[in-house]
Each structure stands twice: as C-alpha cells, then as structure tokens.
C-alpha cells in the first residue's frame, strides 16, 4: 500500500549546537534560518519548524536538571525564533509536544487539527520537544510529525553536511553521500564515522538522525540530511540541486503506523538474534517470531529492548522491541514469543 504525501509540506528540524552558542540563539544563524522559512512559504510550501535549543538556553540561566532546564529555556528560545519571524511578517504558533502525543488517537487527531489550522492561515508551527515531561530528541518527534502530516519532505539541518562513507574527522578522502536509495542496516552503521558533533549541547547526533530517517522513509517520506550552514541549502534542496544525503522513501509497501514505527526506531538496536532461515517466511507473513526460531543471540538485551532479527548469513530482515531477555534460556519453551508482529518492521522488500 502507497501513501500519498501532501507536496507542499515540509517539516525542517534544526538541532542545538546549529542555532545555539554561549547560552543564547545565536542572531546571525536565527536570521539564516528564518530568512530560508520565509522562502518556503513564498514559494507555496507550508513548511513546519522543529527546533531545539531549550535546555542549553536553560542551563545558561542557572538550571541544571535537564526538565527545570527546558522549561526555563522554552520561553526565551520560543520568543528569539517569534521576533525574528516577526521581521518578515509571519506569525509563529508554539507546539510543545512529545511523541505520545502523536501516538494517542485522541491526542493525535487534536494535534493534526491545530496543524492544519496553522497551514490555513499561514501561520508558522515552531515545534520543540516537551522535555519538561519527556526528554527524549527531536528528531524523532521531527520524524513522526512529518508522516502524520503526510509531509514530502523531512529536513534534518545539522552541523556536518550530510552522511559520509568514512569518517571525516581522520579521513582526509572521506566521501559526502548525496543519494541514498532506500536506507538499510548498512546505511545505518555509517552514523558512527559520520557523528562529527562529539557530546555537544544537543541530544541527537547521526545516530537518532537516521532513526529518524527510518521513521520517515519507511513511511513513504522523503528525508534529507543538510548542513545547517551552508546558504540557501532548503530551498537550493526544493529546486533538485544536489546538496547533503537525500534518502528516498521505501520502495512499495509502506507502514505508517505511528506507535510501532516510534518503538521500532527511537532507540538503535540494542543486539541481535540469528534466526532459523525459515524465518524470513514468518517475517513476510507479519506473524510472531517464536523462541523455538531463534539459533543464538548477539549483544546484550533485556525485555523492550530493540533487537535485529538475522538470518545466519548476516542478513538483517527485521527490527523490533523483544519480548525476551538475550539469554534465551534453552528450557524456555518452544512458543514463546520473541517478537510479536505489532512491535516490528519488515526490512523485506516484498513485505
């Protein structure tokens, strides 16, 4: 099943080291930012703004505690982007929400209809993650945001231009990657050469990036990762000039299940279990993997931790959230559930 994406909208998540420097948004990099939102909504597109920044704003006031930090910091950092947006004649409509919010159903649909009331009327939704309640990135919320909104693009602006090949730190012939075709497992291990950012003030890194280009491909959306300095690079992306990774969208059938895409890919996988070759059939069936399936295990897990499942070639065939310890003990029996359907994603193409 295809999903038809609405092609004038857009979600762009920016991350903290990428607006934030000394405790303050940084003037300069806020009028750059916002000077390239104004072009998306002149040029037709409704564009929503993920930004982070809270905590680090936060914390530069006095507050340690990562929640207390971000609701201290909310306020400023909200209004920096406001009056900059001002500037150019736009209003901007404050979201504060966390991924539960898009998983409820009731949640969800009240949270669909505000957007769509902002689009309406022109209005600019500046999104941050609630971390006064949840702390978690906003990638993510970035990334379920633009497949509830059906978006044609996910926009991820970071400090490093895009996805390389090696890492640029200590390979001096490190290549940029403009175009991936669909993300895979392979795609994925290259977030650890890529991650430039070091701890930084932000939460995210490559690592929760690509999670979130997973939510969004496997979804049927288009996603980007850009460097948040390079001039014009949103709307340079919007006329097809090649500029940071772009990764096209699964190919064929696609999930937009909200909840178990955000279980599958909030967290990278925590290990791996080697499955009996005959669990590729189970696994494109959409039916629970069972104990009495699995030949070893890899890394170290516990129950709810998100594991691959692989066949004993290596191929990775699915993701999801186990039922099971890594232990596996062998007197555990034979039909208990290792992976229930619900809690995984399909990396088979014929799926």
Known sequence: MSVAVHP???????????????????????????????????????PV????GAIALGRAAGAEQRQLAAAVGQGPFFEALRTRLAHYGLTAAQF?????????????????????HAFEQGVIPVVNENDAVHVRNNDILAALISVLLRARSLVLLTDVPGLYDSDPRTDPDARLIPEIKSMTVEVERLAGATDATGEGLGTGGMVSKLGAVWIATTAGVTAAILGARQPGVLSRLMRGETVGTVVHPRAGTVDDDLERLWRVFADPPAGTVVCRPDTRRTVAAGESVLRDAVLRTAGRFAEGDVIDLALPGGEVIARGRTRCHHSLPAAAPGGQTVVHPSEYVSFLEDS
């Open 8 to 46: 004038e909208r857009i979600v762009v998540k920016i991350g903290t080291s990428s607006l934030v420097s000394d405790g303050r948004v940084v003037p300069d990099k806020a009028a750059a930012l916002v000077e390239e939102i104004a072009d998306l909504l002149r040029s037709g597109l409704r």
């Open 96 to 116: 504060l929400l966390t991924p539960l919010d898009l998983i409820d159903v009731r949640h969800r649909h009240s949270v669909q209809d505000a957007l769509e």
């Open 49 to 52: 703004l993920v930004a982070s």
